[in-house]
Every structure is written in C-alpha cells, then in structure tokens.
C-alpha cells in the first residue's frame, strides 16, 4: 500500500512542473496524449515521437514565411546547441513548404538545425498548433503538458529555469549548464 503511494507520487513528480514556475506565455495543457508524429528530414532521416517516449519532447511548428517564426529560429539553434545536457529532444516540424524553401532559410538562419518535413500538413493538421509559430512541450508518457503559441525567446533566463526544471522532474540533476545566448 505505502509502495503504491510513493510510487504514484514519483510518477506524478516526474511528469508535472509546478506552474508558479512557468514563463510567460507558456501554458499548461491537459496532458492529452500527443498525436502521432512519424516525418522525414529533406536528407530522409525519419523520426518517430514514440520512440523518443521516456524523455521530454519540445514539438516546434514553423515555416520560413512567419516572421515570429524567423525571429525565433536563432534562440532554438542556441537551445539546441545544448540540448544534450538539457532534458529535452528538441523536434522542429516545416510545415507544408519545399525543401528548396527550407534550405535557403535554414542556410542563412539557423544552419545546424535539422527540420521534419511535412509536406502534406497532415501532421500539423493532427496537432492544431492553432497558429505559427507553435511549440508543444511533450512528457516522458507522451502526453502534450505545456504549449506556447508565438514566438519564444528560448534563451532567456525564464526558459532556461523553466527547462532545467524539466531535469528535476523527470528525476535528473538539475545541475544542467545554463544556455549561453552568445
């Protein structure tokens, strides 16, 4: 019985973040399960949200013609610069764009992210990001915790709290390296 317990608490612990430490514009969400993702890269890399179930999961949607998205791009190449050590698998998601569009984009603005394609929209339109850019943060059970709608200052010293904290929840160090803007 008092295994029971603690077991649930630690579970509960592992997947929830205490909004008192949100940062602005980041909303808690339901916990609905996260909606199929299964994209390519233009080089034909796949990628499968569940396989990366055990982890948090930051599901950024996008296109190069969304000018939030352009001015947000160089803050999510600086998160990912980190993300090893952070505990979040960072996923951008093109939507419905060429890859000759992506590319000369990416090129100039961020040249060492990778983007899922989807071509088709079919995925953006399972996730209803509701607008562009759109970023949802998805837990170790694969269920969509928090969404920011807009552009995000991923470097800033909210987010970086905010995403340490992820470490802690999910039972790692929370001496995780702060983000360097620079």
């Known amino acids: 019985m008092i295994r029971t317990a603690v077991c649930s608490l630690l579970l509960l612990a592992s997947t929830t973040v205490f909004s008192a ?31 990366l179930r055990g982890q948090w999961v930051l599901v950024h949607f996008w296109a190069s013609w969304c000018v939030p998205c352009r001015r947000e791009m160089p803050t ?21 764009e060429t890859d000759d569009e992506v590319f000369a984009f990416l ?8 983007t899922l394609m989807d071509r088709d929209g079919q995925v953006t339109e399972r996730w209803q ?19 920011a709608l807009g552009g995000r200052d991923w470097l800033s010293p909210d987010y ?19 983000i360097n803007p620079n």
Do not use: C, H, W
């Open 160 to 178: 970086q709290a905010f995403l340490r904290s992820l470490a802690v929840s999910a039972g790692r160090s929370p001496d995780v390296p702060r």
């Open 107 to 114: 090129n100039i603005i961020a040249p060492d992210l990778e």
């Open 129 to 147: 990001p509701r607008g562009l850019p759109a970023s949802f943060l998805v837990d170790p059970a694969g269920r969509i915790r928090y969404l």
């Open 21 to 51: 430490s949100l940062p602005k514009g980041l909303l808690e969400q339901d916990g609905r399960p996260a909606p199929a993702l299964r994209l390519a890269t233009m080089e034909g890399k796949t990628t499968d949200i569940a396989a």
């Open 76 to 96: 999510l190449q600086g998160l990912a610069a980190v993300t090893p050590p952070l505990p979040v698998k960072l996923l951008l998601v093109n939507t419905a």
